[in-house]
């Protein structure tokens, strides 16, 4: 290039110079600056602002500033795309006031503004901190008569979306004339990650009412509002539009229709959807391991992760945060040890989600001084992490140490959630701290404006049963104006049969069988009680009428964790691949004890 004049072309060496930017080759880059600089004689205006223009992005994407701004005051002459370079350049690298800064010399130096800046300024200001640059921006385009302009007008919609204000965007695609297919999809797709699922879900059957063509963004987003709604029927209605469009090959299509069975607990069509995959990228790795953890299939998640490693695909910290959610008590805990290695060898010890998953993961498997050392070890916490060291302590029974954590997260300026509380609640039942937790419940409500769950709720009658106080929490379920109730009475009958409250006990039960009335639970506590009471012939009509109904005890199980592996057992269980062996050491320990037994009263 340097040897041989002739052969320079600014249009090859303009897309040379771009890559160098998307890549963050700076060196090249710089070299390629010292080629123009010393050929720049030779080459005509036009083509020296085209180069210019280049490396003035190049520098910007680099993260380097101020060559940027050395390349753009050099130039005798600029167009509009050498303004909107340098002004892209510092708002991308947060630098809003010199970027507006630039927009206002860019103004007075007689360039009219055109939907290319105008957009190009508005895709930088799409996030909550600048919200204030995009109502500015706003002002501006509508004083600059660019308003009924579609591309103008989408890229406002999607920034007040990102920044938080759905009003503002409903209020400019109100004022749109015309509308493409990008604005309709970037409003359902706005509410939709805004939270805004009914909304979204109305607009989406308003534009199918004006004929407008759909993309697989726009079932994507459809989607997500169905599966924040829950709403399976509407899913599958959009899922037959996506197998008509064409669009059912898409992956973003398929992570979305995984995500929304996941949701709904429609597990076999979310793993259908998951092997119909040609290609798995980390969203849909990431959703299906979020389904089979949150609708109990937990193993089958563990499974799929291991598979995954083992075919060497990457894990980054959203599958590794998904696959610690599937992590409990039957766990096998050397996975867990072994993905906390994983995630050390990666460098995602920072992230805050995967720190989370770590806290909980050691927490259920009963390792609490590692739940401790990884909190503690945080950099940055969130809400959920405070939660998930709170819900570790009162899950222990260090209920007090829970509550002292509580004020610790006040004193940091972190709110509480509602998970909080559960957490707190149950730290309270644990500690026999009724006062404190009805404390909390007040507060949730008066200071927190958070509407307590049946779970909450829920806590608060073990709470109060844990304290002895049956017929308070027996008042308290009577009090609430809520439906159904199973949940509050199986905890008032679980206390009951800790007291051996028989009147109070029978009344819960019948209450509980109303609600539900194949209810293993309220049939054995209640013959629990009659145990407690040495009543054995009510204890036996219980037993009796649970054969007749056909209703059975949940069965016990038990489980061991060798190597990778979890075994469990239940009562004569003979399924175990190993079973025989098993007996066989069992009859030689029985034999042995049995001796014992006998050389000991022979010494007596």
Known sequence: MRNVTLSFDPVKISALLSLCGQQKYLTLGSSIHASIFKLSPLLDPQNLTLLSNSLISMYSKCNKLPEATVVFNQRASTDTITWNSIIMGHLINNEPGAGFGYLQRMRRSGFELDPATLTTVLSVC???????????????????????????????????????????????????????????????????????????????????????????????????????????????????????????????????????????????????????????????????????????????????????????????????????????????????????????????????????????????????????????????????????????????????????????????????????????????????????????????????????RIEHYSCVVDMLGRAGLLKEAQNFIEGLMINPKALLWQALLGACGIYGALDIGKYAAERLLLEERDSSSAHVLLANIYSSEGKWEERARIAMKMKEMGVKKDTGLSWIEVGMETHSFVVEDKAHSQSEAIYEVLHKLISIIGEEDHLHDLDL
């Open 126 to 452: 799409a996030k909550p901190e600048m919200r204030y640059a995009c109502e500015m921006m706003h002002c501006l385009i509508v004083s600059s008569g660019f308003e009924q302009i579609v591309p103008v007008g989408n890229a406002l919609v999607s920034s007040y979306f990102k920044c938080g204000c759905a009003s503002c965007a409903y209020k400019v695609f109100g004022e749109m004339r015309e509308r493409n297919v990008v604005t309709w999809t970037a409003m359902v797709s706005g509410l939709a990650h805004c939270e805004f699922f009914e909304e979204g879900l109305i607009l989406f059957r308003e534009m199918r009412r004006e004929d407008q063509e759909a993309n697989s963004l726009t079932y994507s987003s459809s989607l997500l509002a169905c599966s924040g709604l829950r709403a399976l029927r509407e899913g599958k209605q959009i899922h037959g539009l996506v197998l008509k469009s064409g669009f059912e090959l898409d992956l973003c299509v398929k992570s979305a229709l995984m995500d929304l069975y996941s949701k709904c607990g429609v597990m076999e069509d979310a793993c259908m959807m998951f092997r119909s995959c040609e290609q798995l990228d980390e969203v849909a790795l990431t959703v299906m391991l979020v389904g089979l953890a949150q609708n109990g299939f937990e193993e089958n998640a563990l499974k799929l992760f291991v598979e995954m490693v083992g075919k060497s695909i990457e894990i980054d910290a959203n599958m590794v945060s998904a696959v610690l959610g599937a992590f409990d008590v039957y766990a096998p805990f050397a996975l867990g040890k072994q993905i906390h290695s994983s995630v050390i060898k990666k460098g995602l010890g920072n992230n805050v989600f995967v720190c989370n998953g770590l806290i909980n993961m050691y927490s259920k498997c009963g390792e609490l001084r590692d739940s401790i050392k990884i909190f503690d070890s945080m950099v940055q916490r969130n809400a959920v992490s405070w939660n998930s060291m709170i819900a570790a302590f009162a899950r222990h029974g260090y209920g007090s140490t829970a509550l002292q954590l509580y004020e610790n997260m006040k004193l940091e300026g972190i709110e509480p959630t509602d998970v909080t509380y559960i957490s707190l609640l149950h730290a309270c039942s644990h500690v026999g701290s009724v006062n404190k937790g009805m404390e909390f419940l007040d507060l949730m409500l008066k200071v927190h404006h958070i509407e307590p």
